[in-house]
């Protein structure tokens, strides 16, 4: 009651001086927030290994206009090199005098000589501290210097980084062609008992006849250099292999076809095609329905299952075909039994390249230890060496 006539012998002049003072405080205040001016975005890291530590190579945006005949996305790559991954980022705000930002970085690359040699999460650490790093950031390794990745010239975008994330889409991953790994579950695999992970690996390749056209580079400190300067030559980029990893290196390389076994049998697969054959002509079908699984069952010794069964229609044939053959949905049953016979292939050379590397990328090391610590304790050096799988596949005809 006192306070109410207090505020009534308030004069209105101080509540409008008050309120004046909250809305200048209010509008003058920058929240936290850093000049996009002074600010670096980075888009994208590549990693190497150097004999005094690391090289990063980040690509930074770059506005490049407002209008329809500049807008975009433009980049400009600055590298440097230190003891540390964050020796590196330092010597990269001092070059530019840019504050690096990575709460918009999609993109992880290491080099492949650097994935081979040393632990990958040596290279992740500061990555992994980061509190503003996006748990979802994609991981990936690539051919030769993830550096020169990072710096090359898209045919298709005007970012490397933008490209390369193109691979990686929902619906490429869908297709199965091409398996994608996040900076979180590949920690989490790293720590777990397994130790055992996968990422998808990159190579680029000249686009013939393709250059870009002149224009001045973006920025000159820190000796980076412009996606969009110069008349370099210009890349495209592909991901259908999938490199393996083990206690953090890279130790072994699954080609396409074996990255679609490992996708079937992720179930992860709508609308992927895969090739088989009819008559010793080849033939071209679509998966519709895919369902599969790994499984271990170790109430003796351990036996791991493959399960997998996928539903697929005609998508083409690489001879003419009868009218009446390309109006019908239906696969004949030799084609569905050729088709089980190259799933099956696949699945076999699968586990045999992760056999040969020691890469327990179905996890079966886990399903072990959360079965029974006994026999996970007895098994687990041996596991992949010592079980031998049963491959189950069913191939079905859409109807």
């Known amino acids: ?56 190579t980040t690509q930074i945006a770059v506005p490049k ?12 790559e600055i590298d440097a090199e230190g003891e540390t991954v964050s020796d590196c980022i330092s010597l990269i705000f001092s070059k530019t005098g840019w504050v690096p930002k990575l709460v918009f970085c999609n993109l992880i690359v290491l080099g492949e000589d650097a994935a081979k040699e040393e632990d990958a999460v040596a290279h992740l650490n500061y990555f992994l501290r980061n509190d503003y790093m996006p748990d979802s950031c994609l991981l990936a390794v690539c051919e030769g210097k993830a550096g020169e990745l990072i710096s090359s010239t898209s045919a298709i975008d005007d970012a490397s980084s933008l490209a390369i994330g193109k691979l990686f889409s929902e619906a490429a991953v869908k297709s199965g062609k091409v398996l994608t790994n ?9 720590y777990g ?51 393996l990893f ?42 519709i329905k895919n369902d599969g699984g790994v499984s271990l069952d170790s109430a003796h010794a351990p036996k791991a299952t493959l399960s997998l ?46 056999k040969t590397s020691g890469c327990d990328v179905f996890q079966l090391t886990k399903m072990l230890y959360r079965s029974s610590l006994k026999k996970y304790s007895e098994w687990k050096d041996v596991l992949l060496e010592t079980v031998t799988p049963a491959i189950e596949t069913k191939v079905i005809s859409m109807k």
């Open 309 to 354: 069964s996928v539903t697929v229609r005609l998508c083409c044939r690489g001879v003419t075909a009868p009218v009446e053959d390309i109006a019908s949905d239906s696969v004949p049953e030799e084609i569905l039994e050729n088709a089980k016979a190259t799933l099956e292939g696949y699945e076999e050379k699968l586990w045999e390249l992760c």
């Open 65 to 76: 206009g407002s209008d329809r005949t500049t807008g975009g996305t433009s980049s400009v």
């Open 246 to 287: 083990k206690e953090g290196k890279m130790v072994g390389l699954l080609p396409r076809e074996q990255t679609l076994a490992l996708s079937l049998l992720k179930g992860n697969v709508f609308t992927g095609t895969f090739n088989t054959e009819d008559g010793g002509k080849p033939v071209t079908l679509t998966v």
């Open 182 to 190: 996040t900076l979180k579950d590949f920690a989490i695999d790293y």
């Open 1 to 56: 009651m006192r306070i109410g006539k207090f505020l009534q012998t308030v004069p209105m002049k101080l509540w409008l001086i008050l309120a004046a003072a909250v809305l200048f405080s209010f509008f003058s205040n920058d929240f936290g927030l850093v000049d996009i001016q002074k600010t670096a975005i980075i888009l994208a890291a590549g990693i190497d290994k150097t004999e005094a530590g690391f090289s990063v």
């Open 193 to 243: 008992v397994s130790k055992c992970s996968y990422l998808p690996y990159i190579r680029m390749t000249p686009q013939e006849g393709g250059q870009n056209d002149s224009q001045t580079a973006a920025g000159g400190s820190g000796g980076g250099s412009s996606s969009g300067g110069g008349q370099e030559e210009q890349q495209v980029y592909s991901a259908e292999e999938t490199a």
